[in-house]
Structures are given as C-alpha cells and as structure tokens.
C-alpha cells in the first residue's frame, strides 16, 4: 500500500509538537543554488588539476552514471586538494559548492529550504555543506515571539546567544556529538548537524554567520576540515568515529527523521543505517522519506521499509516540494500570509494542558488532592465568586515601594477585570502592598488580583541605567520566594483556585523565558512544602511562549520532579587556556552557589574566573562565587589571567 503526504501530515504534524520530529536534509534541498554531486566533483577536480574523463565532463545532469567511478574521481580530487592550505581548500571547496561560481553572499536560498526553515525546529540534520538554511532562518528569526514577549534595550551577547532560534552548526567532534545528544533530553539551542562538514559562505557572508553567533572562525576551520567528499572521508567518518556512530544511532532511535532532498541515498549513510538496524534492532519511531514520482521505479520500497524503516512517500513533482514543506509548516507553526487557497482545518491534536496531583500510591488521586496545572493559554479574569484569583507579574520602585504595572496587567487583564466590574477603575496606585517593604506582594484594592514582584530586596542596589529598563531590578534567585509569599497571601485571603502568569518575564528580562519558569516552579515546591495545610486546591501556572510549552511536551522539562524535589542537574563548561571546553555535569541539592560547585569540581578558587548563564541579576555580586545556581544555570569556569 502506498503512502502520500496526505496520509502523513497529521503524524507528522503531532510528532513536531511532542519534539520528536527532526529533518534530515539532502542535496536536492540546496538546488538550484548549489551544484549538484556531479558538477561539485568537477569542480574540485579543476581546482585539484586533476583530469575529469570525458564523458564525466560532458554528462548531464539527469546521466545515468556509475557511483563508483564517481567515487574514484572524488577521491582523486580530495586528494589533489590536500597540497594546499585549509584557507585555500575551503575557497575551491566553496566555488566548486556554488552554481554558476557566484560569490560569497550570492546564492538565492531555494523555496523548499526557505519554506523550511519558516518553522522552528530543534534539531536538524544534513549532508549538505551549504549555509541556506542556516541563513533562511536568520532571514525569518522571530526569537522575540519565540520566547514570548519580545526584549527592549540591547542585550548582551551571552543573552542573545541564550534566546536565539538561528541553529548553531555542529559537526562530527566528541564535544559537537554531546551537544547534540544532550539537546534530545534538555532545552538548548537549535541545532543544525553538520554530518559531512559545513562550508558557509553561500547565501551569506561568512562574517555575517559569525555576528548571528552561528559559528567564529575556529569552529569554521574545524567543520572545514570535517568535510566528506573522497571515499577515504567517507571511510574515515563512519569506522573511525565511534562517537559520531553511537550519537547517530541515538538520535535515529529517538526521532522520527523526515527526509527531504534524498540526503537517505548516500552508499555509506545507507550502511550506517544498515549497522545501527542490526545492533539496536527497529527503533520505536517511523522514518519517512519524500521523493518525487520519476524516483518511483528506482527505489526498492521493501528494502527501504524493511531493513531501514523508512517509508517512502512519493509526490508528483519535485516543484511541489515547497508546497507540501509549506502545508507542514502551516499545520505547526502560523499559516503563511497570505494564506493558500483553499486553507485546510486543523490536521493534528495539539496538548494544551498538563496536570499534576501532590498524592501518593500509584492509585488516582483522591478528589480532595492538591491539583496544578500547565496551560498553554492566556490568563482569564477570575470569577469573582470569592474563590478564585488571578496572579500577575509586576515590578517594584526601589524608592516609595510603589508596583510598576507589567504586560501582564497593562495589556488588557485589568480593562477586562474593570468590563466584568471586578474593578472599579485601573489606577496604577490602586495596587497596595501585602508584605513589609521592599514588597514581593501586591493586591489591586480588594479586588481577587495580585502582583508578585521577582526584585532584589537589598536596601543598598546601585542604580542600573543606560538600558531603557525600568527602575527595579530582576533576580532570578529571588523568584522562588517571590511566588511562594505571593501564594501564602492569596491563601490567607480564601482563595482555593489560582491562576498565576509567567514571572519575570516581560520585554525586560535578562534571560529566556524557560529560567524564570524553571523557578516559578521552585516556589510552588517551597509553598506547598511549607504550608501543607493550605486551601489552596487548584493551582494554574499559564503559559504563554511556545519556547517554553513545546519542551514541556517533548518532557525536556523534568516538571514533575522539580515540583516534587529540589535535586539539580547543573552543566558544567570548563574551559582552558587554549580556548578548548569540557562539559559534564553535576547533580546537586538545595540552594547552591557557584562556589560549592567550583569546590566540587576541585578547582583552586584562586585560579579560576566564573561565569553563570544567563545572568541572574543586572547587579553583580561581591564575588562571582556568591552567585545562585538555578537548575537551568551553566555554570562556566575559565582560567584567571
């Protein structure tokens, strides 16, 4: 029985939104910007001076050619290649790569690859050299809405870094392989993986990639010199690197793989997939492989499904490809503007709501038992029925103790709290303060709506300027507390069902979104911890960045343990002198410093410089060793010059 697209994209489609869907991306994903095999090798030959058989030079692009005699010529000119320099290599490697020779920065990225990359997407894998996708998603980047609401001011380098969704590009090295494994159980990054080396330098400038944090001038070297076009490459990068092979083998059996472009018929991925088949058996995910219908007679469906578990999906043409990449994106990301004609319903079930009980056994729980909740939805005006509340995100004047109104509030949850006559005007002096000055606490009037201010409470902060920002200042390591006083106060004034909206969070944080909710988090686990006996029943924490729900999904979030525990997991980058990095990680417990882990990892205080990521507070402590780890912190130890 044959499958179509139309078979496909609602599994396609939930797949994405549990984070398990990943494309793999081939050759046929770069046309017409780069050349194909065919007049790559005849370039690098040309560069190399090696002599092309003539009917290799005169074949067309659809000759039916033997792979072998391919390989021997790649072999030739890889060979050729190595009396220059890597500078010089990588500049024939580019020209050969760019159809019609055209220059750094010049090449039009294809539909299906712009198409593509209008989505975000976690991880991607790829055979190609080329930076189109990497540059069609700079060109389409939305790390603001990504994340939630988008930043003020200029943020600095280790912030952009944290929040962008332009993919990072990794290769085949021990540190790139780690990286990649752990982006399948962690939030991180996006991460475009390199297999066979990355060239950059055709739909951009290779400066450009490197301000958009893509990759410096030594990690191009590295991926340059990771390049696979000869048969001794290919030999090289699948027996020699057991590492890179036990990392492939995990991602193929914890992702459903789409590919696109046929990046599955290269001879030697064909045996890499053969191998991991036989050690590990069938992986739990289906794979699917698009082809256009002329591949049809030249594909063996059975082996392709039965030794390989991908199943073939054929379409009519191949410039329908874009189309059906764009219906894809349409159905998980935001519809394209203007919409396609004949716009389609919704395909897939998304989650939108997750729950948790504090019970005990592996029974359900009784009715009476503390419930919370994850929604993906906006905050609603309480009922005004005496039980229930709403909690909002707000800022503090360091002088006067006076709320600052956040987005929360200002963008239309009073105005409707006021149209619902749960208020009787929306005067910012209307919020009170609950708690002693420097409040965490605040109620608007009497009305069922408060405030927790996430702000640094010591009497003696310097004040911060030059941002844009307001007056207050963000600190993640107060937001647990922060949350916690805010409960115990709407528990005190009888409320049984709490909506809470995200913390800290707004245009002006310092950090991504997932930080300040990882804690928020941390103050339920204190509340609850330290008031057993509270009424409150139902608790909701509403999100509202997909940054943050589509890796609850995907269960990157440990949510169930950091409500129940306050064991961490901390990632540790330890870097030398050389510029080289070795990242592990430790597992600690409790309110943790960066002291207790520069003495856990053994390292002379006296030696090293520490760096958190992201920052936690525009102020900077004594000693960088004074700093609070958070359980999504890495922590980065650098030797003192």
């Excluded at 990157?556 to 870097?575: C, F, T, Y």
Aim: aromatic letters at 8%.
């Amino acid at each position: 029985m044959e499958i179509g697209f139309d078979d496909i994209l609602p599994y396609l489609a939930s797949a994405y939104r549990r984070g398990v869907l990943a494309p793999f991306i081939g050759s046929g994903m770069s046309r017409p910007a780069c050349t194909s095999w065919l007049d790559l090798l005849r370039g690098l030959a040309d560069a190399a001076g090696v002599e092309v058989p003539e009917h290799l030079r005169e074949a067309g692009a659809d000759a039916r050619l033997d792979t072998s005699e391919l390989y021997r010529l790649a072999d030739k000119a890889v060979l050729g290649l190595a009396s220059l320099d890597a500078e010089a290599r990588g500049d024939a490697y580019r020209k050969a790569l760019s159809q019609g020779g055209k220059p750094a920065g010049a090449c039009d990225v294809p539909a299906q690859t712009a198409a593509l990359a209008r989505c975000y997407w976690p991880l991607v894998l790829t055979t190609n050299y080329d930076d189109l996708y990497v540059v069609s998603r700079m060109r389409q980047s939305r790390a603001g809405e990504m994340a939630g609401v988008s930043r003020t001011g200029t943020p600095s380098r280790e912030a952009r870094r944290d929040e962008t969704d332009v993919p990072e590009v990794l290769g085949r090295s021990v540190e790139d392989c780690h990286k990649v494994l752990r982006s399948l159980e962690s939030p991180t990054r996006p991460i475009l993986w390199a297999l066979q080396g990355f060239l950059g330098g055709q739909a951009a400038r290779l400066d450009a990639l490197e301000e958009e944090l893509v990759l410096d001038a030594r990690r191009r070297a590295e991926l340059a010199s990771q390049v696979v076009a000869g048969y001794q490459q290919y030999q090289f990068a699948v027996n020699a690197q057991p590492h890179f092979r036990r990392a492939f083998a995990e991602v193929l059996s914890r992702r459903s793989l789409l590919f696109l472009g046929s990046g599955i018929l290269e001879d030697y991925l064909i045996n890499l997939f053969g191998e991991i088949a036989h050690h590990y058996g069938p992986g739990p995910h289906p794979h699917f492989a698009l082809f256009s219908s002329d591949r049809r007679e030249t594909l063996d469906v059975r082996f392709l499904q039965t030794r390989l578990g991908i199943a073939p999906v054929f379409y009519k043409d191949y410039a329908e490809l874009p189309e059906l990449i764009g219906r894809l994106t349409d159905a998980v990301w935001e519809r394209r503007a203007p919409a396609p004609s004949g716009a389609r319903a919704p395909v897939a079930w998304m989650p939108d709501e997750l729950g948790f009980s504090l019970s005990e056994g592996s029974t359900c729980p009784p009715a009476r038992a503390r419930r919370l909740r994850l929604r993906f939805a906006p905050l609603p005006v309480p009922a005004g029925d005496g039980r229930e509340c709403v909690i909002v995100s707000v800022g503090r004047t360091p002088a006067g103790n006076r709320a600052i109104a956040g987005t929360q509030a200002a963008n239309g949850l009073l105005l409707m709290a006021q149209e619902a006559r749960l208020v009787a005007d929306t005067a910012p002096e209307r919020w009170v303060p609950v708690d002693a000055a420097p409040s965490y606490v605040y109620r608007f009037a009497d009305a069922p709506l408060f405030g927790v201010a996430a702000r640094d409470r010591r009497p003696d902060l310097p004040q911060v300027t030059g941002d844009g920002g307001p007056e207050d200042s963000r600190d993640l390591g107060v937001i647990a507390d922060a949350v916690c006083e805010t409960l115990r106060a709407a528990d005190a004034a009888g409320f049984r069902h709490v909506h809470i909206g995200p913390v800290a969070s707004g245009r002006h944080r310092l950090w991504h979104p997932l930080h300040p909710f990882v804690q928020t988090l941390a103050g339920f686990r204190q509340f609850f911890r330290e008031n057993p006996d509270t009424n409150i029943e139902l608790l909701d924490l509403h999100v509202l960045s997909s940054a943050i729900w589509l890796p609850v999904v995907a269960g990157k979030i440990p949510v169930a343990e950091m409500l129940s525990s306050g064991m961490m997991k901390i990632w540790v980058d330890i870097r030398d002198a050389g510029g080289s990095s070795e990242i592990f990680a430790v597992t600690v417990c409790g309110p943790t410093r960066v002291g207790d882990i520069k003495e856990l990892c053994g390292l002379p205080p006296a030696r090293w410089n520490a760096e958190i990521l992201p920052r936690p507070s525009k102020v900077e402590p004594s000693s960088a060793d004074d700093l609070l780890v958070t359980p999504t912190s890495i922590v980065v130890f650098s030797p003192r010059r």
